[in-house]
T-cell receptor, first 114, second 113 residues
Framework: DQQVKQNSPSLSVQEGRISILNCDYTNSMFDYFLWYKKYPAEGPTFLISISSIKDKNEDGRFTVFLNKSAKHLSLHIVPSQPGDSAVYFCAASSTTSGTYKYIFGTGTRLKVLA | DTAVSQTPKYLVTQMGNDKSIKCEQNLGHDTMYWYKQDSKKFLKIMFSYNNKELIINETVPNRFSPKSPDKAHLNLHINSLELGDSAVYFC????????????FGPGTRLTVT
């Protein structure tokens, strides 16, 4: 049972345009969400997070939106740059569980075309 | 300075062997994890230790045994390796529920032949 889903395995975007990566979850107990970026042969790198008490969090070119009723979050990158080409994972956890456990999606490969 | 390091980076071994992967973090974090990324790129948690105490133990064969000699280290020992154990194994650490996510190591690609 995959509780965190990234239904688009890949996405191509022109440099300078907006990249939108989507993530859906099924467990209503999840209240903390993160996005990671992963380059080949490297471990995932934390990018941005959002708590369920917010619906938006922004950090530079990266914005994460959370729609709790739809159990959906998205990562917006604007403007997209070639260096953003990587695999992006969303992850979710229930902070009330106290187990520090994150469930990851399968990732979306973003390719930013110069 | 490397925050989370793993050794070895690549490991090729035969079925039935026993192998270990080592992980060290110099971030002062109190929680460490092992994740497995399978051929479908699904990143799944295996174990988590908080202050050397096992707090997450997912449905993993008991051939896998984590060991945390201290807060900065979490090693993974695998007995009687099987073909299906071939994957990339990531170690990670976090400052508990600090909310800034986990720091991952570079991964260890294990190939069982």
């Amino acid at each position: 049972d995959q509780q965190v889903k990234q239904n688009s395995p890949s996405l191509s975007v022109q440099e300078g345009r907006i990249s939108i990566l989507n993530c859906d979850y099924t467990n209503s107990m999840f209240d903390y969400f993160l996005w990671y970026k992963k380059y080949p042969a490297e471990g995932p790198t934390f990018l941005i997070s959002i708590s369920s008490i917010k619906d938006k969090n922004e950090d530079g070119r990266f914005t994460v939106f959370l729609n709790k009723s739809a159990k959906h979050l998205s990562l917006h990158i604007v403007p997209s740059q070639p260096g953003d080409s990587a695999v992006y994972f969303c992850a979710a956890s229930s902070t009330t569980s106290g187990t520090y456990k994150y469930i990851f999606g399968t990732g979306t490969r973003l390719k930013v075309l110069a | 300075d490397t925050a989370v390091s793993q050794t070895p980076k690549y490991l090729v071994t035969q079925m039935g062997n026993d192998k270990s992967i080592k992980c060290e973090q110099n971030l002062g974090h109190d929680t460490m994890y092992w994740y497995k990324q399978d051929s479908k790129k699904f990143l799944k948690i295996m174990f988590s230790y908080n202050n050397k105490e096992l707090i997450i133990n997912e449905t993993v064969p008991n051939r896998f045994s984590p060991k945390s000699p201290d807060k900065a280290h979490l090693n993974l020992h695998i007995n009687s390796l099987e073909l299906g154990d071939s994957a990339v194994y990531f170690c990670a650490s976090s400052a508990g529920t600090s909310g800034v996510g986990e720091y991952f190591g570079p991964g260890t690609r294990l190939t069982v032949t």
